[in-house]
């Protein structure tokens, strides 16, 4: 079996994770960031891994134009869907943002978990987290959730086909 691993990060860690599965995955596999993806080449590939960062209930902007501009290519393919964020759970935001046309192709998805690193973050950003830190009286510098063992579950999902 042919993988594609195609992702968007906003500051690294969907990108990391995308890393990691890679250098797990058994089958044969192209790694791609989905802004430099030719979508010709979606017919060399039998699945396709999809990597995406949640960000206000959203994912990547990238991958939401990859999804929508190749729907009917990867209709015709097992899809594997990973997330990485803060949430516990998948926001039931984050699936409407994926095409109809494509839900039902996804075999597997999971929530890796995600970081903080405020040093990345923009002003607006850092102010927003600032504001949370105070209310939610936690301290979020270099938060990390990001679960090996999710990372494991999901790689174990696509290595039992």
């Given at each position: 079996?042919?993988?594609?691993?195609?992702?968007?990060?906003?500051?690294?860690?969907?990108?990391?994770?995308?890393?990691?599965?890679?250098?797990?995955?058994?089958?044969?596999?192209?790694?791609?960031?989905?802004s430099y993806f030719s979508a010709d080449r979606l017919q060399d590939y039998d699945a396709v891994i999809?990597?995406?960062?949640?960000?206000?209930?959203?994912?990547?902007?990238?991958?939401?134009?990859?999804?929508?501009?190749?729907?009917?290519?990867?209709?015709e393919k097992d899809i594997y869907l990973f997330l990485c964020g803060l949430d516990t759970d998948i926001?039931?935001?984050?699936?409407?943002?994926?095409?109809?046309?494509?839900k039902n192709k996804i075999v597997f998805k999971s929530l890796l978990g995600g970081e903080i690193v405020?040093?990345?973050?923009?002003?607006?950003?850092?102010?927003?987290?600032?504001?949370?830190?105070?209310?939610?009286?936690?301290?979020?510098?270099?938060?990390?959730?990001?679960?090996?063992?999710?990372?494991?579950?999901?790689?174990?999902?696509?290595?039992?086909?």
């Amino acid at each position: 079996m042919n993988v594609l691993i195609a992702y968007a990060s906003y500051y690294g860690s969907t990108e990391r994770c995308a890393y990691k599965i890679k250098e797990r995955l058994r089958y044969l596999s192209s790694i791609v960031n989905v802004s430099y993806f030719s979508a010709d080449r979606l017919q060399d590939y039998d699945a396709v891994i999809i990597g995406s960062p949640i960000h206000i209930g959203r994912i990547h902007r990238a991958v939401r134009k990859f999804l929508e501009s190749n729907k009917t290519a990867l209709a015709e393919k097992d899809i594997y869907l990973f997330l990485c964020g803060l949430d516990t759970d998948i926001p039931e935001s984050v699936m409407k943002d994926i095409p109809d046309e494509i839900k039902n192709k996804i075999v597997f998805k999971s929530l890796l978990g995600g970081e903080i690193v405020k040093d990345n973050l923009s002003g607006f950003e850092k102010m927003g987290i600032e504001t949370m830190e105070k209310k939610m009286k936690t301290d979020f510098s270099n938060l990390k959730t990001i679960d090996d063992n999710k990372i494991e579950e999901f790689i174990g999902k696509i290595n039992e086909v």
